[in-house]
């Protein structure tokens, strides 16, 4: 029988049009725009403003926009799986949300929640689906709006974070082409480093608990960046090794974009040079979920069919991962 893979045949996303520069944060907080851009590489991230706008009013533009792009009627996506920190509420699921507002009518839906390695382990999770051979259209969304649970008097958090997302779709393929391999990890002692922790079932929102502004991000940077560097250079390393792929071999590395330092390490450890690098942590910040199809939406004209791709991300968890990915298809000509 052939192998059926699941290959990525159309990737979408979408931005707020607001731009929060380094400049209008050095206004809210002790910073300045040198430090963040040495420290982070970030020089902007966007915001998304609106009262009752909530991550699915991302969503729901990449993913129409996704349909088009891939000729898809919304009945016939099978499955969407939507990876975010930041819901429109703690139920029911933002995919579900996604799926009314496309009108995808005959799929189901479901959130999936890993911080910032939520879309490769979404997209991981999602090709198994295609390569059952029981379904045919996966859309996998990442997407977060980081600015509802930022404390912007916080400036270790505050620089780093924005908003936006994307989405990619996924089909069976019998060329070899697609997702080929995966490792995934997890981690939970790294809980304590970088957590929310209010607002679920363990503290509920209280007037004490917003006192002490435990509905935001915590994060122990210096603590984070050690795990992370160290996370997401092995398991891009491991998944290289385990397929036989050198640097040379590797036509792009798309990185969750955390901070830029962690990226340059991490190509370091694969032994490729910067230009075979996907980055646009300078325009968006960390936007969590969102990273890596936003890349995959910002570099799609350069990629081509054959391209031999690693995904690799570190998130809160602690989770990471890297995936191996064979591009399936060649820009389309304007
Ligand atoms: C958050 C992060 C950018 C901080 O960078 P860092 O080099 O570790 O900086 P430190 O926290 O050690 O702080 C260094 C100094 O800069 C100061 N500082 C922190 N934030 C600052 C800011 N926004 N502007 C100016 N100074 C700042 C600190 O107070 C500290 O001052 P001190 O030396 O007088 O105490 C970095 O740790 C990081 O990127 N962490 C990982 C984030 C990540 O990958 N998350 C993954 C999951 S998404």
Same mark, same amino acid.
């Given at each position: 029988?052939?192998?059926?893979?699941?290959?990525?045949?159309?990737?979408?996303?979408?931005?707020?049009?607001?731009?929060?520069?380094?400049?209008?944060?050095?206004?809210?907080?002790?910073?300045?725009?040198?430090?963040?851009?040495?420290?982070?590489?970030?020089?902007?991230?966007?915001?998304?403003?609106?009262?009752?706008?909530?991550?699915?009013?991302?969503?729901?533009?990449?993913?129409?926009?996704?349909?088009?792009?891939?000729?898809?009627?919304?009945?016939?996506?099978?499955?969407?799986?939507?990876?975010?920190?930041?819901?429109?509420?703690?139920?029911?699921?933002?995919?579900?949300?996604?799926?009314?507002?496309?009108?995808?009518?005959?799929?189901?839906?479901?959130?999936?929640?890993?911080?910032?390695?939520?879309?490769?382990?979404?997209?991981?999770?999602?090709?198994?689906?295609?390569?059952?051979?029981?379904?045919?259209?996966?859309?996998?969304?990442?997407?977060?709006?980081?600015?509802?649970?930022?404390?912007?008097?916080?400036?270790?958090?505050? #620089?780093?974070?924005? !908003? @936006?997302? &994307? *989405?990619?779709? /996924?089909?069976?393929?019998?060329? =070899?082409?697609?997702?080929?391999?995966? #490792?995934?990890?997890? !981690? @939970?002692? &790294? *809980?304590?480093? /970088?957590?929310?922790?209010?607002? =679920?079932?363990?503290?509920?929102?209280?007037?004490?608990?917003?006192?002490?502004?435990?509905?935001?991000?915590?994060?122990?940077?210096?603590?984070?960046?050690?795990?992370?560097?160290?996370?997401?250079?092995?398991?891009?390393?491991?998944?290289?090794?385990?397929?036989?792929?050198?640097?040379?071999?590797?036509?792009?590395?798309?990185?969750?974009?955390?901070?830029?330092?962690?990226?340059?390490?991490?190509?370091?450890?694969?032994?490729?040079?910067?230009?075979?690098?996907?980055?646009?942590?300078?325009?968006?910040?960390?936007?969590?979920?969102?990273?890596?199809?936003?890349?995959?939406?910002?570099?799609?004209?350069?990629?081509?069919?054959?391209?031999?791709?690693?995904?690799?991300?570190?998130?809160?968890?602690?989770?990471?991962?890297?995936?191996?990915?064979?591009?399936?298809?060649?820009?389309?000509?304007?």
């Amino acid at each position: 029988m052939t192998k059926i893979t699941a290959a990525i045949t159309g990737v979408s996303g979408y931005v707020p049009e607001y731009v929060l520069t380094n400049k209008e944060l050095e206004t809210m907080v002790e910073t300045n725009d040198e430090w963040i851009v040495t420290r982070t590489g970030i020089k902007e991230r966007r915001i998304l403003k609106g009262e009752g706008l909530g991550t699915s009013y991302m969503c729901n533009i990449a993913v129409k926009d996704l349909l088009t792009k891939t000729n898809t009627q919304p009945e016939e996506v099978d499955l969407l799986i939507c990876a975010t920190t930041t819901p429109d509420m703690v139920f029911p699921a933002t995919a579900n949300l996604i799926c009314e507002a496309v009108g995808a009518k005959n799929a189901f839906g479901y959130d999936l929640q890993a911080a910032c390695s939520g879309f490769i382990f979404a997209l991981a999770t999602g090709s198994r689906f295609i390569e059952s051979g029981r379904y045919k259209k996966v859309i996998i969304v990442g997407a977060d709006k980081m600015s509802s649970i930022i404390n912007y008097k916080d400036r270790t958090t505050c #620089i780093i974070f924005g !908003d @936006g997302g &994307g *989405a990619v779709m /996924l089909e069976p393929n019998t060329e =070899g082409l697609g997702i080929l391999d995966d #490792i995934l990890k997890s !981690d @939970g002692s &790294g *809980a304590s480093f /970088l957590n929310m922790k209010a607002g =679920g079932s363990r503290y509920p929102a209280s007037a004490e608990t917003l006192a002490r502004n435990e509905h935001t991000v915590y994060q122990e940077g210096t603590t984070v960046f050690k795990f992370a560097v160290k996370g997401m250079a092995d398991v891009a390393a491991e998944v290289m090794e385990r397929n036989n792929l050198t640097g040379d071999d590797i036509a792009w590395l798309v990185p969750h974009q955390a901070n830029k330092r962690i990226i340059d390490a991490t190509a370091a450890r694969m032994s490729i040079g910067s230009e075979k690098v996907m980055m646009n942590i300078d325009r968006y910040g960390n936007t969590t979920s969102g990273t890596i199809p936003l890349c995959l939406w910002d570099y799609e004209s350069k990629l081509k069919k054959g391209d031999n791709i690693i995904l690799a991300a570190f998130g809160g968890g602690f989770t990471w991962g890297s995936l191996y990915v064979k591009w399936a298809y060649d820009p389309v000509q304007a």
